[in-house]
């Protein structure tokens, strides 16, 4: 991702002028533009068909929808997650879900998972800690590229699923590299590997 020199936007202006629009996303009033290459667009795909699996196998209520957005009250900020799990059951309490797909409230949000770019400071930073603070109960950060910072997935450096469960107003951090199979809370008895999720950025895999 890159950051457009456009002037600062309020969330409202970004709303209406690029909701429909999966190039961007709003930090702070600031335009981000979203350039994911092929294999983070085949990284994001992969998890989330290995997710609607879970959904449909555990029967509940949950659903991904192809675009969304969250809404940070208070500020100018409006994230558009890679993938994200929603409970249908909760969008009667949306305030704008009727008119356009855009959540505000963190309880309507079962987990979020974002494929790590080049911007990965985002992703282990400011989003990590507005997830929190909205109250999703599980985050996923997939650095598929081994690119986050060495604080983050460790020295040497190298491909890296992290889940972050949340614990009262907290989460709590789980690294999961190679074969390690990935522990969920929001759907426990997921069969997956990080492995799994790394080897579907290569054009050839044909993982199950």
Not at 46 to 57: A, M, S, T
Not at 77 to 104: G, N, S
Not at 130 to 144: F, M, Q, T
Request: contains cysteine; negative net charge; hydrophobic residues 35%.
């Amino acid at each position: 991702m890159i950051q457009s020199p456009l002037k600062l936007i309020s969330v409202d202006e970004f709303i209406t002028r690029y909701g429909d629009d999966n190039r961007y996303e709003l930090i702070d009033g600031e335009l981000i533009e979203m350039e994911p290459t092929g294999p983070h667009e085949q990284v994001a795909s992969y998890v989330g068909r290995k997710l609607n699996v879970e959904i449909d196998r555990q029967d509940t209520p949950y659903f991904i929808p192809h675009r969304c957005l969250i809404k940070l009250l208070g500020t100018d900020t409006a994230f558009r997650p890679d993938v994200i799990v929603l409970d249908q059951t909760r969008l009667i309490h949306e305030p704008l879900w009727q008119q356009e797909p855009v959540i505000t409230l963190g309880s309507t949000i079962k987990l979020v998972a974002e494929v790590v770019s080049t911007n990965w400071q985002n992703d282990y930073a400011r989003k990590l800690e507005d997830y929190a603070i909205l109250g999703i109960p599980e985050y996923w950060i997939v650095d598929y590229l081994g690119i986050g910072g060495r604080e983050y997935i460790g020295k040497p450096k190298q491909p890296t699923l992290t889940i972050c469960t949340l614990v009262e107003d907290e989460y709590q951090k789980q690294l999961f590299r190679s074969d390690d199979l990935l522990v969920s809370s929001i759907f426990p008895e997921l069969q997956l590997t990080a492995q799994q999720i790394f080897n579907s950025s290569t054009s050839g895999n044909v993982s199950a």
